[in-house]
């Protein structure tokens, strides 16, 4: 799995009517409100947006761990503003989007390739698994609509932006 985890004053996300998503217009240029086409389908307030994307070899433990791991991130600011408190300690909650393209190769050539992703049906069931792992651990979670075309607004607090691989690092689910 990889993760991209902004922390966010605010962030929601709302799906496109599929006749704007294939022409390409839509009022997603910085207006304030989202094109009355589209509908706003879950939004947050202080927290985390948390852009997840599924690999072939991912499993429901990687999904848990991950979600653990951005659960206890210390990110958030404590009392003195430095970023020493997680999002359950902050009050914070977490808007989840599904977004296969952070499994692109795009090392050959001007067109990406998306084979290093998950098949729909699986990467559904683990984006789901870990909206749930999330809640779990006592968040409140909003998420995307799996599939569809979305239009993502946030505004990073920080900025603060962290990304995350389960196939890197000493976390590694699998690692023994």
Known sequence: MRAVVQRVRRARVAVESREDAVSG?????????????????DEVGPGFCVLLSVGPD??????????????????????DGKMNVDLHQSGGSVLVVSQFT???????????SFVGAASPERARRLCDRFSSALERLGLTVACG????????ELVNDGPVTLVLSSGEGPWQADAG
């Not at 217009?25 to 389908?41: I, L």
């Not at 990687?62 to 210390?74: G, W």
């Not at 952070?102 to 990406?112: F, I, K, T, V, Y």
Request: aromatic content about 2%; overall charge negative; hydrophobic content about 35%.
């Open 25 to 41: 217009s839509s009022a997603s240029d910085g207006d304030a409100e989202p094109d009355p086409s589209s509908r706003v389908t």
């Open 58 to 79: 991912d499993s429901e433990a990687t999904a848990d761990h991950l979600a653990e791991r951005i659960a206890r991130l210390r990110v958030c600011p404590d009392a």
């Open 102 to 112: 952070l499994h692109a190769d795009a090392s050959h050539g001007h067109r990406p």
């Open 145 to 152: 609509e799996f599939g569809a075309h979305m239009l993502v």
